[in-house]
């Protein structure tokens, strides 16, 4: 089975984010193993495809742009963990990206798109992602996939 790296050696995938979107990844696999399940499962979809690894990265390239904003200082403060406030962050923002593609039926031809507006609406307000991941994660039934468990709101505050 094939985790998504674009070509043969995975090391030119890892440009942007280098080890600590590699960090990310095996975090999401291990920690986050019912999202990881629907990620890799929808990743090889037929028509719903796409490069699970390279698509883990540009979300770490998103959670290190929010840490130079420092729009999460208060939570890694709160929780007194760097990296595992990091983590649920991108696995919060892959959560979002799989309801959206999931629910919208997109293809890799709109991965461009919903990439800018997840990272937009995250760099806006990244404690929304983790607070809707948090509430999913405790609902009774958290394999329902809902486009109303989707609504993350572009708020003020961190």
Aim: net charge positive.
């Amino acid at each position: 089975m094939s985790l998504g790296f674009q070509g043969n050696d995975p090391g030119t995938d890892l440009r942007g984010a280098g080890l600590f979107g590699l960090l990310q990844l095996l975090a999401l696999i291990e920690y986050e193993e019912p999202l990881t399940r629907r990620l890799i499962k929808i990743s090889h979809d037929k028509h719903q495809n796409f490069p699970f690894a390279v698509v883990s990265l540009n979300w770490s390239g998103t959670v290190m742009q929010v840490l130079r904003e420092g729009k999460i200082y208060r939570e890694i403060n709160r929780s007194n963990d760097l990296f595992r406030t990091c983590n649920e962050l991108h696995a919060s923002i892959y959560y979002a990206f799989l309801l959206k593609w999931k629910n919208e039926k997109l293809s890799i031809l709109h991965f461009g798109d919903v990439r800018r507006d997840l990272s937009t609406k995250v760099l806006a307000n990244p404690m929304s992602f983790i607070k809707r991941f948090r509430v999913s994660k405790q609902s009774p039934s958290n394999s329902s996939m809902t486009t109303s468990n989707m609504d993350f709101k572009v708020a003020s505050g961190s």
